[in-house]
């Protein structure tokens, strides 16, 4: 796929590039003219910038909203998912009959940031609200048996369970069995028949009509939290206690929506970028702190902190340390133990990069040495012994992005005969409903997720036949997925004019994420000069134009690959595509350009 020869009856593409380094055509985005137009005389844009808001879907009447969303125009009638007044008079009820609430939380970013938006709305009522997160080794993902024993047992008399529990149908039923009470706050897919409990609150439920299926769990225990302000209001509860204020948590739903991958689009855009202006703040000690220690310095927050910063230091706890940490970090508000628990929180992620690296260069061996990336199957699946659970998902994004098709990394546990697995889709390719189908026909002990990631539990004799079922199933998406796999480029410019001010203007459509993407920028005859290996497999130079201009460049883990190896030979009249990151270093305020793609004209058709 990357030997850069022209693809088969494919027209050429954004500068003739009907085929890159990295085997995809190029295209300019596609854009209404008359949308476009629309956008240059009633917002005032340049027309870079207009065709890039239309290409993004954006109406001629919806411009302003896109780029000055508001919760006031944008906020859903909580009523509007499917049982979430029955949860929030779940909830209310049991505070008044003062019974004792815990919140049973997923243990990545966005159940941690569900269980701390829950805890903070708690304590603003004065009350007490325990956080039971399982162990990824232990326990696995998600409610179970024994974890409802555990509660039970604790005290317990309603668990509020968030970012899973929408597919425990079985844990859920043991846990009415032994007179708990639940209530499920998820976005997860799920089975047509949901858990009996009190309430499935699950904007992707079927039969849910409230057209909130992008956001992530933080954006649903978000709007609850609005629905717990209007029901705790009918009854009376703000008559001697301050109805909190929940805007003052954006931030927490910002975070959620950005590290699961959301699409940012209508309430969920508004509601992360008015979570970015809140964290912006810093007043999360924990977000404060975590910030310290990873050497940021406080200022504007950017989806950059949530996705790059932040997010990895918090997962790390869930993925091989204690599971409750990220959650506890999020939730406090002592700063004392919000430096401890971030100290520890950056220390896991050193030692979680390390293992990740070593897993990602096994699979890669493992995999090319079958050819399973390049023999046209739809998915790959690699399995290895001891592979932390807690990486797979990671090195599956990795994997991933190498082979631009969906991947499941798989940790076997010899002793146990068990296998846990994560995978990452690519756009088109629902890989969530694979792998519940896969489940439904007996090839999983367990499985579930979204579209573009999942999780599973196999037995390890079952991993061929799981591998032949999820590529028979995936065929008809991979034809489509592959044919959508464009580079779709935003604006072709020159070296010198990939400046602070372009990106600044192109700021005005973050936050980014699936269904608005970064912007791509395409730069024509450029040299790569003095390129540099760098650790990690990236390459460093300056792209250098004609007239002698040029920017700073990087490319992410690519040096082993043909891109990579364009760049580090110093090849001129390359055409490249990547984004523009700011670069800060010493307060200069300049550019570099983060490289997605390259093309050689020689090659390319």
Same mark, same amino acid.
């Given at each position: 796929?990357?030997?850069?020869? !022209?693809?088969?009856?494919?027209?050429?593409?954004?500068?003739?590039?009907?085929?890159?380094?990295?085997?995809?055509?190029?295209?300019?985005?596609? #854009?209404?003219?008359?949308?476009? *137009?629309?956008?240059? +005389?009633?917002?005032?844009?340049?027309?870079?910038?207009?065709?890039?808001?239309?290409?993004?879907?954006?109406?001629?009447?919806?411009?302003?909203?896109?780029?000055?969303?508001? %919760?006031?125009?944008?906020?859903?009638?909580?009523?509007?998912?499917?049982?979430?007044?029955?949860?929030?008079?779940?909830?209310?009820?049991?505070?008044? #009959?003062?019974?004792?609430?815990?919140?049973?939380?997923?243990?990545?970013?966005?159940?941690?940031?569900?269980?701390?938006?829950?805890?903070?709305?708690?304590?603003?009522?004065?009350?007490?609200?325990?956080?039971?997160? !399982?162990?990824?080794?232990?326990?696995?993902?998600?409610?179970?048996?024994?974890?409802?024993? *555990?509660?039970?047992?604790?005290?317990?008399?309603?668990?509020?369970?968030?970012?899973c529990g929408a597919a425990a149908n079985e844990a859920i039923a043991h846990a009415c069995e032994i007179g708990l009470k639940v209530v499920?706050?998820?976005?997860?897919?799920?089975?047509?028949?949901?858990?009996?409990?009190?309430?499935?609150?699950?904007?992707? &439920?079927?039969?849910?009509?409230?057209?909130?299926?992008? %956001?992530? $769990?933080?954006?649903?225990?978000?709007?609850?939290? #609005?629905?717990?302000? &209007?029901?705790?209001?009918?009854? =009376?509860?703000?008559?001697?206690?301050?109805?909190?204020?929940?805007? +003052?948590?954006?931030?927490?739903?910002?975070?959620?929506?950005?590290?699961?991958?959301?699409?940012?689009?209508?309430?969920?855009?508004?509601?992360?970028?008015?979570?970015?202006?809140?964290?912006?703040?810093?007043?999360?000690?924990?977000?404060?702190?975590?910030?310290?220690?990873?050497?940021?310095?406080?200022? !504007?927050?950017?989806?950059?902190?949530?996705?790059?910063?932040?997010?990895?230091?918090?997962?790390?706890? =869930?993925?091989?340390?204690?599971?409750?940490?990220?959650?506890?970090?999020?939730?406090?508000?002592?700063?004392?133990?919000? /430096?401890?628990? $971030?100290?520890?929180?950056?220390?896991?992620?050193?030692?979680?990069?390390?293992?990740?690296?070593?897993?990602?260069?096994?699979?890669?061996?493992?995999?090319? $040495?079958?050819?399973?990336?390049?023999?046209?199957?739809?998915?790959?699946?690699?399995?290895?012994?001891?592979?932390?659970?807690?990486?797979?998902?990671?090195?599956? =994004?990795?994997?991933?992005?190498?082979?631009?098709?969906?991947?499941?990394?798989?940790?076997?546990?010899?002793?146990?005969?068990?296998?846990?697995?994560?995978?990452?889709?690519?756009?088109?390719?629902?890989?969530?409903?694979?792998? /519940?189908?896969?489940?439904?026909?007996?090839?999983?002990?367990?499985?579930?997720?979204? #579209?573009?990631? @999942?999780?599973?539990?196999?037995?390890?004799?079952?991993?061929?036949?799981?591998?032949?079922?999820?590529?028979?199933?995936?065929?008809?998406? /991979?034809?489509?997925?592959?044919?959508?796999?464009?580079?779709?480029?935003? @604006?072709?410019?020159?070296?010198?004019?990939?400046?602070?001010?372009?990106?600044?203007?192109?700021?005005?459509?973050a936050p980014y994420g699936p269904a608005n993407p970064e912007p791509l920028f395409a730069l024509s005859g450029v040299q790569a000069r003095?390129?540099? $290996?760098?650790?990690g497999g990236h390459v460093r130079c300056r792209l250098g134009g004609p007239d002698g201009a040029s920017v700073k460049a990087i490319a992410?883990?690519?040096?082993?690959?043909?891109?990579?190896?364009?760049? %580090?030979?110093? /090849?001129? =009249?390359?055409?490249?595509?990547?984004?523009?990151? @700011?670069?800060?270093?010493?307060?200069?305020?300049?550019?570099?350009?983060?490289?997605?793609?390259?093309?050689?004209?020689?090659?390319?058709?």
């Amino acid at each position: 796929m990357a030997d850069g020869a !022209p693809a088969a009856g494919l027209a050429p593409g954004f500068l003739d590039v009907s085929r890159s380094l990295s085997g995809r055509a190029w295209r300019q985005r596609p #854009a209404e003219a008359s949308t476009i *137009r629309a956008h240059m +005389q009633t917002l005032g844009l340049s027309e870079p910038l207009a065709r890039a808001l239309a290409s993004r879907g954006v109406g001629p009447n919806q411009g302003a909203d896109f780029l000055e969303p508001t %919760l006031k125009r944008l906020f859903p009638n909580p009523s509007s998912f499917m049982d979430m007044d029955a949860a929030a008079e779940a909830i209310v009820g049991s505070i008044q #009959a003062g019974e004792t609430i815990h919140v049973f939380a997923d243990y990545d970013v966005d159940g941690a940031s569900s269980a701390a938006l829950l805890v903070r709305w708690f304590r603003a009522l004065g009350a007490d609200l325990p956080i039971y997160v !399982p162990d990824r080794l232990t326990e696995g993902y998600g409610p179970s048996p024994l974890a409802f024993d *555990r509660l039970k047992a604790s005290g317990a008399d309603l668990v509020i369970t968030v970012d899973c529990g929408a597919a425990a149908n079985e844990a859920i039923a043991h846990a009415c069995e032994i007179g708990l009470k639940v209530v499920v706050i998820d976005h997860h897919m799920m089975r047509e028949e949901p858990p009996a409990c009190l309430a499935v609150v699950n904007p992707n &439920r079927p039969g849910d009509t409230s057209g909130q299926g992008n %956001l992530a $769990a933080a954006g649903v225990v978000f709007v609850l939290l #609005a629905a717990l302000n &209007r029901e705790a209001r009918k009854r =009376g509860l703000f008559e001697t206690t301050p109805e909190p204020d929940i805007r +003052q948590w954006l931030d927490l739903a910002a975070l959620g929506a950005i590290c699961d991958v959301t699409g940012l689009t209508g309430f969920n855009r508004a509601l992360t970028g008015l979570g970015l202006k809140v964290m912006s703040g810093w007043a999360n000690p924990g977000l404060k702190a975590l910030l310290a220690v990873a050497g940021s310095e406080p200022g !504007p927050a950017k989806s950059n902190h949530a996705g790059f910063i932040l997010g990895p230091r918090i997962n790390a706890g =869930g993925r091989i340390g204690r599971a409750d940490l990220g959650a506890r970090l999020l939730s406090t508000d002592d700063p004392l133990e919000a /430096q401890a628990l $971030a100290e520890e929180l950056d220390g896991l992620n050193v030692a979680r990069r390390e293992v990740e690296r070593e897993v990602t260069e096994t699979a890669i061996r493992r995999v090319e $040495a079958t050819g399973q990336h390049a023999d046209g199957s739809a998915v790959v699946v690699v399995a290895g012994e001891d592979w932390h659970p807690g990486v797979v998902g990671i090195v599956a =994004g990795r994997l991933r992005e190498r082979w631009r098709k969906p991947v499941i990394v798989i940790g076997v546990d010899a002793v146990g005969n068990v296998g846990k697995g994560s995978g990452r889709s690519q756009p088109g390719m629902n890989l969530g409903r694979a792998v /519940q189908a896969a489940w439904r026909e007996g090839l999983l002990l367990a499985g579930g997720g979204h #579209a573009m990631a @999942a999780g599973l539990t196999v037995r390890p004799d079952g991993i061929d036949a799981l591998r032949t079922f999820l590529n028979v199933a995936m065929a008809d998406e /991979q034809v489509e997925a592959e044919a959508m796999d464009w580079v779709e480029v935003d @604006a072709l410019i020159d070296p010198g004019a990939a400046s602070r001010a372009l990106f600044e203007d192109f700021e005005r459509l973050a936050p980014y994420g699936p269904a608005n993407p970064e912007p791509l920028f395409a730069l024509s005859g450029v040299q790569a000069r003095e390129p540099v $290996a760098m650790n990690g497999g990236h390459v460093r130079c300056r792209l250098g134009g004609p007239d002698g201009a040029s920017v700073k460049a990087i490319a992410w883990r690519c040096a082993d690959l043909p891109t990579g190896r364009a760049l %580090l030979n110093g /090849q001129g =009249g390359l055409s490249v595509v990547g984004r523009l990151k @700011a670069d800060d270093w010493n307060g200069r305020k300049g550019v570099q350009f983060e490289i997605e793609d390259v093309a050689d004209p020689r090659m390319a058709s």
